[in-house]
């Protein structure tokens, strides 16, 4: 069976590397992707339009619903230089259609700044201030996602860009039965591997505001490889600008699938309440059998730090600066 391509044409590739000022649209990348070539008289091309999803059933990211006009449209289109176009083929699970779609959208408002001469050197345009009113977090209806919610706005009398939100871990807590933990990962903007004290999760954004203008966007946030009945993290969260990094409020991301949602210092001494009703409830059989390795009851350290406790078919763990409940 023959599979039609839907490519995009010469004025449509065209088009997109003017837009992207003929660079490289990768953030971490962004180098030049035409250039002179040593007969004056020749020009050098290392620019590729790549498909954000795939021309043909089977390739990469390869979207069923799009029409072959969406599909070999320019809104389907990135240009990226011939070694990040093989890159993000490469790996469809951390370049994602909508990471995709945040650099395109990223680079292209950058450029348009850099047109129109808004991107100066900082002595010129003073110092940008962000001010951080407010971050909720929001539990999806099935419980395995977090909306993220920032209100921000802008004081100053210059532009200030976000382009990236940090989230570091500042305790980690997850709780679940043996033999029901799913290790199949995903990685999207997705907190299943943010797990260690100290790590960190970025998230790219591409929020511009004008002065003072206030803004308000969300962050989706989800642990899909996590299979707990419980996974809670405490975050400091710092918003990334074109004026430096700006802190915001730490904030409680909670996933629990059978307890009402609460504030991650609640999980904690909810969680040492527990570990000692368990260190009370099996201290008989640790008598009987103090080799029965069922029954680990006193904290020891865990693979992510803090420390790891197995009470019957329940395993705990915790990582964080210091232990809930002291080793003996």
Not at 75 to 84: D, E, F, K, M, R
Not at 156 to 177: K, Q, T, W, Y
Not at 304 to 310: I, V
Request: with cysteine; glycine share 6%.
């Amino acid at each position: 069976m023959i599979v039609s391509r839907h490519d995009f044409s010469r004025a449509t590739k065209e088009t997109l590397a003017k837009r992207a000022a003929q660079c490289c649209t990768n953030p971490d990348c962004g180098r030049a992707t035409s250039g002179p070539h040593e007969d004056e008289r020749k020009a050098v091309n290392l620019g590729v339009a790549a498909h954000i999803t795939a021309a043909a059933p089977g390739g990469p990211r390869y979207n069923k619903s799009l029409s072959p006009e969406e599909r070999s449209g320019i809104g389907n289109a990135i240009w990226l230089c011939q070694s990040c176009a093989k890159l993000i083929d490469s790996d469809v699970i951390r370049f994602s259609e909508e990471l995709l779609m945040m650099w395109k959208r990223k680079h292209e408002e950058t450029t348009k700044q850099r047109m129109i001469s808004l991107v100066v050197s900082d002595a010129a345009r003073g110092l940008g201030v962000l001010h951080i009113s407010a971050i909720y977090t929001h539990l999806s209806a099935d419980k395995r996602a977090c909306v993220v919610d920032f209100r921000v706005s802008n004081p100053s009398g210059v532009d200030i860009l976000i382009n990236a939100v940090e989230f570091e871990v500042l305790e980690f807590f997850r709780r679940f039965p043996l033999g029901r933990a799913n290790y199949s990962a995903t990685y999207d903007v997705d907190l299943s591997e943010t797990i260690e004290y100290m790590a960190v999760a970025e998230c790219q954004v591409a929020q511009i505001l004008k002065p003072g203008e206030a803004d308000r966007f969300a962050i989706v946030v989800s642990a899909t490889s996590l299979a707990a009945v419980c996974a809670a993290w405490k975050f400091a969260v710092r918003l990334k600008t074109n004026h430096g990094v700006f802190d915001g409020p730490n904030i409680d991301v909670v996933f629990s699938a059978d307890e009402t949602p609460v504030a991650f210092d609640v999980v904690r001494r909810i969680l040492k309440e527990k570990i000692l009703m368990q260190f009370e409830k099996y201290s008989e059989q640790l008598t009987l059998n103090p080799e029965n390795r069922q029954y680990i009851m006193s904290a020891r350290p865990g693979s992510y730090g803090g420390f790891t406790t197995l009470m019957g078919e329940l395993l705990s763990e915790y990582s964080g600066p210091s232990p809930i409940v002291d080793a003996e």
